[in-house]
């Protein structure tokens, strides 16, 4: 059964590790990640994902999350950032498959933590190359992740079948996403959201309870 650690356990039989995906541009401050990363903790959230995240932020953003049980999470796109936030201590490495090549994949997984992997449009053949160079290279664990959009509906079997750990990163407006896939076995639930609507983390996380209850685990969950 596959698994992965990004600061607890991440797995069939563990509960979905929720992410809050934020535009670091788009809240504009530093003040503002900062702010952001205290709602994700309130809310129960597991980590917080930052996109575009300036280095000039990164000491501080990552001393704040660690106390508050808060991971914090960005994507890599070449191997100067995978060195980077190796050394501020970063949980995992997310790689796009649109922005990768394969020795983007080998550096992050050189580094022995875990790697998501966004999988856009990439085919079967493609993952499994994919899936293959991390774990010869090192790869304490692989998640691949599903984009949903407003009109998609997940489809994780295709996934699932190369032994990793599943997850979606939802953008769509739909109600019923988070629950329809934990249902169908994501254990990693990244949110995009924009500033205004962090208000909303409290009621996704319940959603995400809701639906690993349904699957007959407890309500509620302790996060990292």
């Not at 085919?123 to 290279?137: F, I, K, P, T, Y």
């Amino acid at each position: 059964m596959a698994t992965l650690d990004l600061g607890r356990t991440v797995g069939d039989a563990h509960p979905p590790f929720v992410i809050a995906a934020v535009d670091a541009a788009k809240l504009g401050t530093i003040d503002h990640a900062i702010a952001a990363i205290d709602v994700a903790a309130a809310s129960g959230c597991d980590a917080v994902k930052l996109t575009s995240l300036p280095w000039t932020w990164c000491a501080r953003v990552y001393d704040h999350a660690d106390p508050r049980g808060i991971k914090l999470l960005t994507t890599v796109s070449d191997e100067r950032s995978i060195e980077r936030l190796d050394w501020f201590g970063a949980p995992a490495f997310e790689i796009f498959f649109d922005w990768s090549d394969l020795d983007l994949v080998a550096a992050a997984a050189r580094t022995g933590k875990p790697i998501v992997l966004s999988v856009a449009n990439a085919s079967d053949a493609d993952v499994a190359e994919v899936v293959q160079v991390a774990r010869g290279e090192g790869a304490r664990g692989i998640a691949l992740v599903q984009r949903v959009i407003d009109g998609s509906r997940p489809s994780l079997e295709a996934l699932r079948r190369h032994q990793v750990v599943v997850g979606i990163s939802d953008r769509s407006t739909e109600p019923g996403t988070l629950r329809t896939a934990i249902l169908a076995g994501a254990r990693i639930i990244e949110k995009r959201l924009t500033p205004k609507l962090l208000g909303d983390l409290p009621g996704m996380v319940r959603e995400c309870q809701l639906a690993w209850s349904l699957l007959g685990h407890p309500y509620e969950w302790t996060t990292s």
